[in-house]
Nanobody
């Protein structure tokens, strides 16, 4: 079982930045692909970004490309989502997710077996 804990959410003005972190105690974390998804009120959960277990592949949703950056620090069992130039439409609960060991990443939430509880990001205009 993989436990994921997100942190770093909060309230920020449009144009500002936030850095989300996802921590796991899984000892073989380096074998899991990691992703970030978000869900705004009244909307379905949507893909934001993902990074492969080897770190050599990074995928982004078109809506965040060029503004958000995903990274991982395997030695610390952490994944980060740096969010710059935030917009009010980025307001959502952000979820960290992990694939089973050595599965490829993608935008499909079904690829990810493990999910965190989420952290709220609110961007004011």
């Amino acid at each position: 079982q993989v436990q994921l804990v997100e942190s770093g959410g909060g309230l920020v003005q449009a144009g500002g930045s936030l850095r989300l972190s996802c921590a796991t105690s899984k000892p073989t974390f380096s074998e899991n692909g990691m992703g970030w998804f978000r869900q705004a009120p009244g909307k379905e959960r949507e893909f934001v970004a993902a990074i492969s277990w080897g770190g050599d592949r990074k995928d982004y949703a078109a809506s965040v490309q060029g503004r958000f950056t995903i990274s991982r620090a395997n030695n610390k069992n952490l994944v980060h989502l740096q969010m710059n130039m935030l917009k009010p439409e980025d307001t959502a609960v952000y979820y960290c997710a992990a694939t089973p060991a050595r599965r490829e990443i993608g935008a499909d939430a079904g690829l990810y077996d493990y999910w965190g509880q989420g952290t709220q990001v609110t961007v004011s205009s």
